[in-house]
């Protein structure tokens, strides 16, 4: 083996510039924009519980049951404890996919991987307040990148953290569970946090959507809709129920009566 070499193979490598077929969809978020303006919350299916043996199928179940966004949980095994997948799945579903994907970055550094998950066709990227050092850059980053930039909130986070960032971020995500599971119960400090929102959003006048991943279900719906949610993240309420369209059908009108 004299002479031979590992190459240095960072994410670059794995997804090379020259391959950046998969530019952000801009359409496809305008027209889920449209659709929250026009109709009310939406659900973006959380694809963590779904079958990773099939998946180009099961964002093409999706899209037929009606969902108008996608929502991607990458854990890196150190933010939280569970690792699930990074960019080349999110490039094989921007493949599969004609709705946008949100990016849900659960990861230590995330500034490190941003144009990686960009380059893999990320519509929006939503990183955690708790991990970032440079929060306003880190959002600027991902919007000169083209995506929309999201801010992640945990549960024991209070909102004041955020509050210095609302200017620059497009969104914000407000975890109704402990980030790394699905399947987890509702936490009700998302509803202070989604009404607290929603409010300094009107006195300042500002535009960044509002969304809520964890726990959403028939019950839940309504409640967080009312509270201001607009992108109702859902994972297993989808997933593992038996008809994916009556499912998102049915969060769907709960949080549009209630909203
Ligand atoms: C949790 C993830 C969620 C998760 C939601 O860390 O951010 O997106 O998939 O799953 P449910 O809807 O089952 O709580
Ligand atoms: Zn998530």
Redesign the pocket.
């Known amino acids: 083996m004299a002479g031979f070499r590992y190459a240095k193979l960072g994410p670059a490598a794995i997804i090379p510039p020259q391959t950046l077929v998969n530019a952000p969809a801009g359409n496809a978020l305008d027209q889920l924009t449209a659709t929250v303006e026009s109709r009310g919350p939406v659900v973006l299916p959380?694809l963590?519980?779904c079958d990773f043996g099939h998946l180009a199928r099961e964002v093409e179940r999706l899209e037929e049951a009606g969902a108008v966004g996608l929502?991607l949980?990458v854990?890196d095994g150190r933010f939280?404890p569970q690792l699930t997948y990074g960019m080349v799945v999110v490039e094989a579903v921007r493949k599969a996919a004609r709705v946008p994907i949100e990016v849900?970055m659960?990861v230590e550094q995330p500034e490190r991987s941003l144009a990686d998950y960009a380059r893999a066709g990320a519509d929006i990227i939503t990183v955690h307040i708790e991990g970032l050092a440079e929060p306003r850059r880190a959002l600027e980053t991902i919007q000169s990148l083209g995506p929309k930039a999201h801010l992640a909130i945990s549960p024991e986070t209070p909102i004041e953290r955020l509050e210095p960032y609302l200017d620059a971020c497009d969104g914000v995500l407000v975890?109704?569970?402990?980030?790394?599971?699905?399947?987890?119960a509702?936490n009700p400090v998302a509803l202070e946090k989604l009404s607290s929102l929603t409010m300094i959003r009107s006195q300042r006048n500002a535009s960044f959507r509002l969304g809520v991943?964890?726990?959403?279900s028939a019950e839940t719906a309504g409640p967080v809709a009312a509270a201001g949610a607009e992108l109702l993240?859902?994972?297993?309420?989808?997933?593992r129920s038996a008809n994916y369209a009556q499912a998102i059908a049915e969060l769907e009108d709960r949080a549009r009566a209630a909203a």
């Not at 975890?175 to 987890?184: F, W």
């Open positions: 959380a963590l519980l929502h949980d854990m939280v849900h659960m975890m109704s569970v402990e980030p790394g599971y699905g399947g987890q509702f991943d964890g726990g959403i993240v859902a994972g297993s309420s989808v997933i």
